[in-house]
C-alpha cells in the first residue's frame, strides 16, 4: 500500500507517446517540482556521435519544437548535412537533421569532456527554457536488443533501418545489470516529498522495461510513498503510435489493454495502484481489476494540447485521492 505525502511528480517515458503526457504534465505541474525519467536503451553511437532519441523527443516536446508529423527530431529542419553525407558514401540510413545535428555534437562534446549523461540532459533542458527536470534512467550504457526469429539486431536497426519488420520473440537489455538507476531519481524515491508516480502511455517492452528492470528499480518505485499509475498505451486494440500492438501480436498476448495490465502485473507484482484505460475499453475494466490493481477510465488519446492537460490532471487527481 502506497501513502503520499509529499508533492514532486515522478514520471517515467519513452519518446512520443510519453512525451504528450509529459508536455500536459509540465503544463499542470506549475508549483511542484516534475522530474521525467528517459529511456535509454534506444540510445547508441552513430557517425562519432551519442543519440538519445528519447531524451531528445522529450526536450524538443517540452520546448515546443518537436516535428510532431515526422515522429521525430525538430520542426522546420534542413538536411543539407545527410545530402553531403550521402555523396561521400556516408551512412544515411539514421537520418540526423541540421539542426539536429547540434544536439549531438554539443551532447558529443560534453560527455567527451568527462559530463555524465545526466548533467548534459540537465544542461540541454535548462538551455531550451524547460522548466521540469529531465533525468536519463541511468548514467551508465545500456541497449535495448531486439530477438527476432533467431537473430538479434540493435534496437535503431530493427526500428529504423528495418522499420520494425521483423517478427520479435523477445528483448534483452545489454548492460543493464551493471547500469545503476540515475541517483537523483533514486533520491527522490527514498525522499518522502514524493506525490505521484506515473507510467507514462509508452511501449512497455522498449520504454519501459528498460526502465524498470534497472536494478532495484522497479522495487524502489514499489516501496516508495508514492502510488503509481499506468496509462494504458493500448486503446481499443490498436497503439496510438509505434509497434507496440505489433509486438504484442508477435510475442502471443492479447493486443488489449488487458495484455499490458496483465504484462506490468505479472513481471512486476505489487507495483500498480491504478491502471489508466479508455473509456472505449470499458469491457475490460473488470477482467484488469481482477489483476489486483484499481481501475480508471477516461478518455487517453491526446490529440491536442488540451487533451493531454485534461489527461495529466485526471492521473494526478487520482494519485492525489490515492495518497493520504
Ligand atoms: N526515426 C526514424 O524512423 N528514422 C530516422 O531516420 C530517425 C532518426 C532519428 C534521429 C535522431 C533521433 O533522436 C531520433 C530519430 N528517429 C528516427 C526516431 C527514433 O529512432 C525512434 O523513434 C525512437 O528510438 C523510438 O522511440
Redesign the pocket.
Known amino acids: 500500500m502506497h501513502s503520499a505525502g509529499g508533492s514532486a511528480v515522478l514520471a517515467l517515458s519513452?519518446?512520443?507517446g510519453g512525451a504528450k503526457l509529459a508536455l500536459g504534465l509540465q503544463d499542470v505541474v506549475t508549483d511542484d517540482p516534475l522530474h521525467l525519467m528517459a529511456n535509454t536503451g534506444?540510445d547508441f553511437s552513430h557517425l562519432g556521435l551519442h543519440?538519445s532519441?528519447?531524451i531528445?523527443?522529450l526536450l524538443y516536446t517540452l520546448s515546443g519544437r518537436a516535428n510532431v508529423s515526422q515522429?521525430?527530431?525538430l520542426e522546420e529542419e534542413s538536411w543539407r548535412v545527410m545530402a553531403a553525407l550521402e555523396g561521400l558514401g556516408g551512412e544515411t540510413w539514421?537520418?540526423?537533421g541540421d539542426k539536429?545535428l547540434a544536439t549531438h555534437l554539443f551532447r558529443a562534446q560534453q560527455l567527451a569532456r568527462g559530463a555524465s549523461l545526466a548533467v548534459v540532459t540537465a544542461q540541454m533542458a535548462q538551455r531550451m527554457g524547460i522548466t521540469c527536470h529531465v533525468h536519463p534512467m541511468s548514467n551508465a550504457t545500456v541497449r535495448t536488443v531486439v530477438h527476432c526469429d533467431g537473430d538479434t539486431l540493435p534496437f535503431?536497426r530493427y526500428?529504423?533501418e528495418q522499420q520494425c519488420h521483423p517478427r520479435v520473440s523477445g528483448f534483452s537489455f545489454e548492460g543493464i545489470n551493471e547500469a545503476p538507476a540515475n541517483g537523483a531519481v533514486l533520491d527522490l524515491l527514498a525522499s518522502a516529498t514524493l506525490s505521484s508516480i506515473i507510467i507514462c502511455p509508452s511501449n512497455p517492452f522498449v520504454?519501459i522495461d528498460p526502465i524498470l528492470q534497472l536494478p532495484g528499480f522497479w522495487v524502489a518505485l514499489r516501496d516508495s510513498v508514492a502510488p503509481v499509475a499506468v496509462v494504458s498505451p493500448i486503446v481499443a486494440g490498436a497503439a496510438i503510435k509505434g509497434p507496440t500492438a505489433k509486438m504484442m501480436r508477435e510475442l502471443h498476448m492479447p493486443v488489449t489493454a488487458l495484455g499490458v495490465a496483465q504484462h506490468y502485473c505479472r513481471r512486476y507484482p505489487g507495483l500498480l495502484d491504478y491502471f489508466v484505460i479508455d473509456e472505449s475499453d470499458a469491457k475490460l475494466a473488470d477482467a484488469i481489476g481482477e489483476l489486483g490493481v484499481n481501475v480508471a477510465m477516461t478518455s487517453t488519446i491526446m490529440k491536442n494540447r488540451q487533451d493531454k492537460r485534461r489527461l495529466a490532471q485526471f492521473v494526478l487527481k487520482l494519485l492525489e485521492v490515492a495518497g493520504f
Open positions: 519513452g519518446g512520443v534506444d543519440i532519441p528519447d531528445d523527443t515522429g521525430w527530431g539514421f537520418r540526423l539536429d535503431q526500428f529504423v520504454s
